[in-house]
T-cell receptor, first 110, second 113 residues
């Protein structure tokens, strides 16, 4: 079985400040890892993914994430956020079935 | 290549009625997932289907809910005798294989009155 824990349910952050969203997972087998973003009243959009190779993954909109196998983590970062980054972010893992964390709401304040 | 299409986008049903939610996967995708998102909560897995097969329905409530993905046509999530607690956003996602990222539709927002 696999599970995903997003350690922060809400993250308030000021515009142009950096942000980090934490994600830890557990699985008895190797998995693929994803971050998705959900804007209000929208579906989910893929931000980035880790399948193999370099542990630092760059995604869309200036986001990046680092896979740490020993700590079973896949934290998402952005060095400078915009108001438009206000959304909910979901970490997910898959090994045949996508499993999501509970989500982290990011509120960017001016 | 059109994305994952879900319809309707909004659905209102009275208690006791049936709700049918449709999902057309992306072209070439044979794997479909259904997720439910309750207000202020995360995404909860419901069911994973391939064409004509239910692979994993461990997240489906035991009663009133069913899903299918026929050889031809969209995947259908069916909720019989809806209750207020069924009000939620239901998202469908599709992928070409099981071990890749899934692409999501815009969701169907079900309101039971």
């Amino acid at each position: 079985a696999q599970s995903v824990t997003q350690l922060d349910s809400q993250v308030p952050v000021f515009e142009e400040a950096p942000v980090e969203l934490r994600c830890n997972y557990s699985s008895s087998v190797s998995v693929y890892l994803f971050w998705y973003v959900q804007y209000p009243n929208q579906g989910l959009q893929l931000l980035l993914k880790y399948l193999s190779g370099s542990t630092l993954v760059k995604g869309i909109n200036g986001f990046e994430a680092e896979f740490n196998k020993s700590q079973t983590s896949f934290h998402l970062r952005k060095p400078s956020v915009h108001i438009s980054d206000t959304a909910e972010y979901f970490c997910a893992v898959t090994r045949y079935k996508l499993t999501f964390g509970g989500g982290t709401r990011v509120l960017v304040k001016p | 290549n059109a994305g994952v299409m879900q319809n309707p986008r909004h659905l209102v049903r009275r208690r006791g009625q049936e709700a049918r939610l449709r999902c057309s996967p992306m072209k070439g995708h044979s794997h479909v997932y259904w997720y439910r998102q309750l207000p202020e909560e995360g995404l909860k897995f419901m069911v994973y289907l391939q064409k004509e097969n239910i692979i994993d329905e461990s997240g489906m409530p035991k009663e009133r809910f069913s899903a299918e993905f026929p050889k031809e046509g969209p995947s259908i999530l069916r909720i019989q005798q809806v209750v207020r607690g069924d009000s939620a956003a239901y998202f469908c996602a599709s992928s070409p294989e099981g071990d890749t990222e899934a692409f999501f539709g815009q969701g169907t927002r079900l309101t039971v009155v």
